[in-house]
């Protein structure tokens, strides 16, 4: 097994190839604190690549968001070109995003779903109005909302923009009361999964769960909030899912359906001091994660294993090392990866890196 894990890790390597990266959506401004990303690309029936994700401008959680811009817009763009330039086709902002006994104070991360039917959108925002769990309310930081995932559905991506919204996925649990950062996956068995990210009411931690959709339901069942442990070393603090890919039947994998999740990890939740003599390397912590992949075999998503369970795998050579939110698109022509990278100036911009096909076969033979 030792000789196929070093594989699936060299191919996750060559996807999320870190000198490779071009930058495709700049954040508003080249500073901290701002970055686009959280999202995903798709490919439309017409060839069309959609790539969604959202502005988010420099602020500060802990002293409030309703007072700043902080999670400032959702954004689609479209590309005709296999991702060679992008152009806007879409703007979703705070108050577009509210209703009125909800009002949005921060957009997190999104998810498009392109299939016969149209499209769906999964938006994650931060809400006002709902409040903590009995026994908890006076945890929430005056400022400061919950997290819950909205759905919108039309027949076009235009469609979208006034579409009807409703809540998919929330918590009234103290553990796990904030759900965001939505991804989805399709199961062997044709079953729908949204995935998301969640927190507890200490934001001390992120955690992984999910929800099915079976077959042609229009319903999610129950949540499971807790299938993906947080790790012991590098990732313990945090360990959020972002995309689940599966790894080409191929090579030394033919006989084998094996999944690749990727996830964003860290060993704090705010940055801290390191002793002056000690091993100098990247921690990663709120905001600024590193990332880390594990698999399943067979479809049975109940047994991850992680490819990186003492080190990150992916880590900017700029900045703070910060590598998160990926995303990948199998396509006709190769693999389209996806990721927020950390920069000198301390911006995230989204990145972009293509793996063809041969590539992948020579990796996986």
């Known amino acids: 097994m030792r000789r196929l894990t070093d594989k699936l890790a060299r191919f996750a390597l060559a996807l999320i190839d870190q000198q490779q990266a071009r930058v495709v959506v700049p954040p508003m401004q080249l500073e901290p604190g701002f970055w686009f990303g959280g999202g995903n690309l798709v490919e439309a029936n017409d060839g069309t690549f959609y790539l969604v994700g959202r502005y988010r401008n420099a602020g500060d959680s802990r002293t409030g968001v309703a007072a700043g811009e902080r999670g400032f817009e959702l954004a689609m763009f479209a590309s005709s070109d296999r991702g060679q330039s992008f152009q ?9 995003l509210s209703r009125d006994d909800r009002t949005v104070l921060s957009i997190e991360g999104a998810a498009i779903v392109c299939n016969d039917d149209g499209y769906e959108l999964f938006i994650s925002t931060e809400k006002d109005g709902v ?64 995935l998301f990210c969640s927190h507890p009411f200490c934001w001390s931690s992120s955690n992984t769960g999910y929800a099915i959709r079976h077959g042609e339901s229009e319903r999610f069942a129950e949540p499971m909030f807790d299938f993906f442990p947080r790790g012991f070393t590098w990732d313990v603090a945090m360990t959020r899912g972002t995309c689940v890919l599966d790894v080409p039947r191929i090579g030394a994998f033919a006989d084998t359906q094996v999944s690749l999740m990727f996830y964003d990890g860290g060993e704090c939740v705010r940055d801290h001091d390191e002793h002056k003599t000690a091993v100098r390397r990247p921690r990663g912590y709120s905001c600024e994660e590193l990332g880390g992949a ?43 990866a996806t990721w927020q990278q950390a920069q000198a100036d301390g911006s995230q911009p989204l990145v972009m890196n293509f793996l063809p096909h041969a590539a992948v076969q020579t990796l996986l033979e």
């Open 88 to 96: 806007k086709v879409l703007r979703l902002d705070k108050a577009a």
């Open 131 to 194: 409040g903590y769990p009995s026994g908890f309310e006076d945890h929430l930081k005056p400022g400061t909302g919950v997290w819950s995932i909205d759905r919108r559905r039309a027949s076009s991506v235009e469609g979208l923009k006034d579409a009807a919204q409703e809540t998919v996925a929330a918590s009234c649990d103290p553990r796990f009361v904030h759900v965001k950062d939505p991804f989805t996956y399709t199961t062997p068995g044709d079953d729908f999964m949204l």
């Open 294 to 336: 594990g698999y399943w075999v067979d479809g049975d998503f109940t047994q991850i294993e992680r490819l990186s369970q003492n080190r990150p795998l992916f880590v900017s050579p700029h900045g703070s090392g910060c590598s998160r939110y990926v995303d990948v698109l199998a396509t006709s022509d190769g693999f389209y």
